[in-house]
Nanobody, 119 residues
Framework: QVQLVESGGGLVQAGDSLRLSCAAS????????MGWFRQAPGREREYVAAIAYTQLTTDYADSVKGRFTISRDNAKNTVYLQMNDLKPEDTAVYYCAAKNRGASTWSFWGQGTQVTVSS
């Protein structure tokens, strides 16, 4: 099993920055693809970004491209989401996720951390 714990959320103003962290434990998480998702009130959970275990491949949703950066420190089993130029529409609960290599389904989820951006 894999356990994921997010931290770093909070209340900020539009234009501010936040860095979310996801501490992973359990299986050899350093080899697992990791990602971030978010869910705003009344909306479905949506994909934000992902990073391969090699750290060489990253991917972003169009809505955050150029503003958010995903990274990972495999020595610390931690994944980060640096969020710059935050907008009110970024307000959501942000979830960290992991999946088995080669899998299409994200199997492991954290409990989420709230990010609120005021205008």
């Amino acid at each position: 099993q894999v356990q994921l714990v997010e931290s770093g959320g909070g209340l900020v103003q539009a234009g501010d920055s936040l860095r979310l962290s996801c501490a992973a434990s359990g299986r050899i998480v350093s080899i697992l693809p990791m990602g971030w998702f978010r869910q705003a009130p009344g909306r479905e959970r949506e994909y934000v970004a992902a990073i391969a275990y090699t750290q060489l491949t990253t991917d972003y949703a169009d809505s955050v491209k150029g503003r958010f950066t995903i990274s990972r420190d495999n020595a610390k089993n931690t994944v980060y989401l640096q969020m710059n130029d935050l907008k009110p529409e970024d307000t959501a609960v942000y979830y960290c996720a992991a999946k088995n290599r080669g899998a299409s389904t994200w199997s492991f989820w954290g409990q989420g951390t709230q990010v609120t951006v005021s205008s």
